[in-house]
């Protein structure tokens, strides 16, 4: 399973290098707060988007993370990662791979409940791990690659 993960990611990175010539554009969040942090929050390559990881934070709430556990948490997080696929042109069907990070491994079935919401079958590839600490304390965080071919006539 690992040794196909992996292959499915360096499969995708290899699709994103045959754009040769392009230059990857880096995309950046129309929130004036996260104009500061030390990231994109979408790096277009090829047509391939990598989205930064996302935690439960609350748009508007001056990076408050929904209140009432993992569910709300996983929920607000799955809502974040679909405003930046379709701020940049994609949906949740273009999902090919997501990373989960839990605070709690034991968080893993609240977590994939909420998941089964926002993803349907054929599912995207899928790797989790529990992390010692996630950013403002997170109970999870989730990282995507989406197919997203660029727009011909379009500039982005």
């Not at 699709?15 to 030390?38: N, V």
């Not at 909420?114 to 995207?124: D, I, T």
């Not at 999870?140 to 500039?155: D, L, N, S, Y």
Request: aromatic residues 8%.
């Amino acid at each position: 399973m690992r040794r196909f993960a992996s292959a499915t990611v360096l499969g995708l990175c290899f699709a994103a290098a045959a754009h040769a010539g392009e230059r990857p554009e880096f995309l950046s969040s129309p929130d004036p707060a996260a104009a500061k942090l030390p990231f994109s929050e979408a790096v277009r390559s090829g047509e391939l988007l990598f989205l930064s990881g996302q935690i439960g934070t609350v748009p508007g709430a001056d990076n408050a993370l929904a209140k009432g556990g993992i569910g709300p948490e996983a929920e607000q997080t799955l809502s974040n990662i679909r405003s930046v696929l379709e701020r940049h042109g994609a949906s949740m069907r273009d999902v090919v791979k997501c990373t989960v990070f839990l605070a709690d491994i034991a968080d893993w079935p609240a977590f994939n409940e909420v998941y089964r919401k926002h993803f349907s079958a054929p599912f995207p590839a899928r790797s989790a791990l529990a992390a010692s600490g996630l950013a403002l304390g997170a109970k999870v965080e989730v990282e995507c690659i989406a197919q997203a071919p660029r727009k011909t006539g379009k500039a982005r």
